[in-house]
């Protein structure tokens, strides 16, 4: 299994795989910060894509520092007492964790399961018989995969919401997707002209 992410992409203050701290005297701050730690221990435990052990790790930092920023967010607008109470328990929802939390990180899992699929598929090897040139045309279609859901994965599963549905698995549901296929289509063959033509 290829990986191309790797976690420390998405650390930034988050002090992840450090010692667990005390909230006491902490400000709402420090306090989401140490929240957002436990819940990438927590995905570590559990993580929700299976991959590769590295980029296990970069999804669920990914998703992690995405969670800091989402209960970060109301800060910049409100400061009173009440808000600051009621921020402290403020509680995830399954359409949050799909549209904020998880969404903008699909793009991880997704290049490693698009490379695998690419290089080991047997009805795939004819496109080209060179290990090497396999290498570079599944990276390239692995690539584009990934960039494909780094920009489309949450509108579209803010979209999806907003008409009533309910996604379990993101990332089949985007690949159901007429605009998906078409995508797909298109940068598998691209991917293919480019390094089945190359020396």
Known sequence: MTVFYTAQAYTQELNLGGEPETTTGKSVSE??????EEFFKDC??????????????AFCACAASHMHAWL??????????????????????????????YGPCLHIPVYDTTFDECFYNKRKRYFTRSPEKRENMCACIAKGEASYYERFAVPFIELKIKEGDDINDPIKEIKRDTSYYDAHANLESDCYVEFSNQK
């Open 31 to 36: 306090k989401n910060t140490m929240r957002a």
């Open 44 to 57: 570590v435990a559990a993580p929700i894509v299976k991959s590769a052990e590295e980029t296990e790790l």
């Open 72 to 101: 970060d967010e109301p800060l910049k607008q409100k400061s009173n007492r009440e808000f600051f109470e009621a921020l402290e328990t403020k509680e995830l929802d399954k359409n949050t964790l799909l549209t904020k939390i």
